[in-house]
């Protein structure tokens, strides 16, 4: 009789020592579940966190790039300023782009045979748009001039131009290619404007007694004219310094860029053409002349690319002056 109550109450602590592990079981799965959801999404959030740093990285490769551009353009802008002087900024906006080739006088009035091309896609060079006109039946010989701008950090062409035709008949046959494809662009060929009368852009109004200076700069000068070309205009008006015509060009170029300095030995000279300037002319071209009173660049080079202050400042400042500007 005693056995009986014994194997009952060892079976009921069975059970209970059964269902005590079975929950504890459970319980160890339940918490390797939420383990595994939270390891989960724990390299959720480091998959996103790595994209999120990736496409942070991303954005400040592109910022850094960026500012390697901005900075080679003011690099570029400030070597320009360098070789120009103290009035680039004056006159930088003011005055047109270079063209590509040097071309004469003669050539850029012949505006009657001459045309203007925009749309050239910027991966061709000069030598594909003298192939286009040759495919459509107008040879090299018949291009008497083609002038195509560049930008200056690349070199590529900018997209547009002028080209001078040698006869009218092939200047006619030119106009006619205009919508033909260059590439995967079409062009856009139509007849160039004509030269704009002297205006107020190319007049001086400029009181000759009022601060007047011995240097005098010279704007909307012809890209082709020299130091000689100056000199030769101005020296009827009195005496020049020694290395006091200075013409402004691109640093990397060597291209003039529009405008020059002059600087006379005495100031009544200088004065002199300021009262003289609208008959001023420089290869046929008018130019605006102004006093300036700036100094010239330690960066400021020849013709030739020396040094100016090497050249000519050591031995003679008498008529510069220390440091004077360009």
């Not at 009986?4 to 929950?23: A, D, N, Y």
């Not at 942070?56 to 320009?80: I, L, M």
């Not at 000068?221 to 013409?247: F, M």
């Not at 009173?293 to 050249?311: I, Y």
Request: hydrophobic share 25%.
């Amino acid at each position: 009789g005693i056995r009986q109550p014994l194997f009952f109450f060892s079976l009921l602590q069975t059970r209970r020592t059964m269902g005590k592990r079975s929950k504890e079981k459970k319980k160890e799965v339940v918490e390797e579940s939420d383990n595994l959801q939270e390891e989960e999404k724990g390299e959720s959030d480091n998959e996103k966190d790595a994209a999120d740093d990736d496409q942070e990285q991303q954005q400040k490769r592109r910022r850094k790039r960026k500012r390697k551009r901005g900075n080679k353009e003011k690099e570029d802008a400030d070597d320009d300023a360098n070789d120009g002087g103290d009035d680039v900024d004056k006159n930088k906006d003011s005055e047109p782009e270079a063209p590509m080739n040097a071309v004469d006088q003669k050539k850029t009035l012949e505006v009657d045979r001459t045309i203007y091309i925009e749309g050239i896609p910027f991966t061709c060079s000069e030598q594909d748009v003298r192939d286009f006109f040759t495919k459509h039946e107008l040879t090299k010989s018949l291009l008497t001039d083609v002038r195509l701008p560049v930008w200056q950090d690349s070199g590529r062409l900018r997209g547009y131009g002028h080209i001078v035709l040698d006869t009218e008949e092939t200047y006619k046959k030119a106009l006619a290619l205009s919508g033909e494809y260059m590439g995967q662009r079409y062009v856009t060929i139509q007849a160039a404007q004509k030269p704009k009368q002297a205006s107020s852009a190319t007049t001086t109004t400029v009181d000759p007694n009022v601060n007047p200076s011995k240097t005098l700069i010279l704007n909307n000068l012809s890209y082709n004219a020299t130091e000689d070309d100056v000199n030769q205009v101005l020296e009827k008006y009195g005496s020049i310094a020694d290395g006091g015509v200075r013409v402004v060009r691109h640093s990397q170029t060597g291209r003039s860029k529009g405008f020059a300095y002059v600087e006379f030995v005495n100031q009544e000279d200088a004065i002199s053409v300021v009262k003289n300037a609208s008959k001023l002319a420089i290869l046929s071209r008018p130019c605006r002349v102004d006093y300036d009173h700036g100094r010239v660049r330690g960066s400021f080079r020849t013709a030739d690319r020396k040094l100016w202050h090497k050249e000519y400042n050591n031995d003679d400042e008498s008529n510069h002056g220390k440091g004077q500007r360009s």
